[in-house]
Structure formats: C-alpha cells, structure tokens
C-alpha cells in the first residue's frame, strides 16, 4: 500500500520560511516524480516544484522560483520543499504526490498517489 504522508506546515509571517517534508512509502520503483502542489481555498490546485529520482530534474512553477528549493534522498523515499520568502499568496493547503509514469511534472493528471496535506499559512 503507498503511503505520502507530508510535515511541516504551520503559520508563518510574511517573509518567513517553512521546510516541507514529504516521506513515500509501499513504491515498489525507484525512478519516479516527487512533486509538490498546493490548493488555496476557492481555487484549483496547482503544481509547485517537482523532483525526478531518475534524471535528478528539478522543476518550479514560476510563482515559487527563486523563493523555494526542492530536494530529496532518494533511498529514504523522501522529498524536502524549502519554502522561503513566504507571501500571503502562498497560504494554501500542500500536498505531495507521486508520478510513477515519471514524464511531465507539471502535469496534475500524471500523479498516481497524494498525501493528505498540510496546510501553510502565511500572516500579513
């Protein structure tokens, strides 16, 4: 059975940091996508950054390059999302997914398995 289960979330000022893990379980692969995606209340959920065991890729939406840094241990099935700078508009619930077919990591549909989430709230 695959298990993400994500950590790390809370409340933080405007310009603070957080550092999200995400820990996989029950893979029965090592060459897959780790990615992250968020979902604020009212809006769809979206793709943040993403790392692919296989090429070693790292990948970012636009909104979050520059302020957040992706990175994992591969063997410990285990992606850390670094989240500095924080803005309002990065409140948003955070999930972690796992993309098996290991192709495109923007792509919402790709992903096989989700964690639960964790929120972040970022305070003005």
């Known amino acids: 059975q695959v298990q993400l289960v994500e950590s790390g979330g809370g409340l933080v000022q405007t310009g603070g940091s957080l550092k999200l893990t995400c820990v996989a379980s029950?893979?029965?692969?090592?060459?897959?996508?780790l990615g992250w995606f968020r979902q604020a209340p009212g809006k769809e959920r979206e793709f943040v950054s993403a790392?692919?065991?296989?090429?070693?890729?790292?990948y970012y939406a636009d909104s979050v390059k520059g302020r957040f840094t992706i990175s994992g241990d591969n063997a410990k099935n285990t992606a850390y999302l670094q989240a500095n700078s924080l803005k309002p508009e990065d409140t948003a619930v955070y999930y972690c997914?796992?993309?098996?077919?290991?192709?495109?990591?923007?792509?919402?549909?790709?992903?096989?398995?989700w964690g639960q989430g964790t929120q972040v709230t970022v305070s003005s």
């Open positions: 997914a796992a993309d098996l077919l290991d192709y495109n990591p923007r792509d919402i549909y790709e992903y096989d398995f």
């Open positions: 029950g893979l029965t692969t090592s060459t897959y996508i």
């Open positions: 790392i692919s065991w296989s090429s070693g890729g790292t």
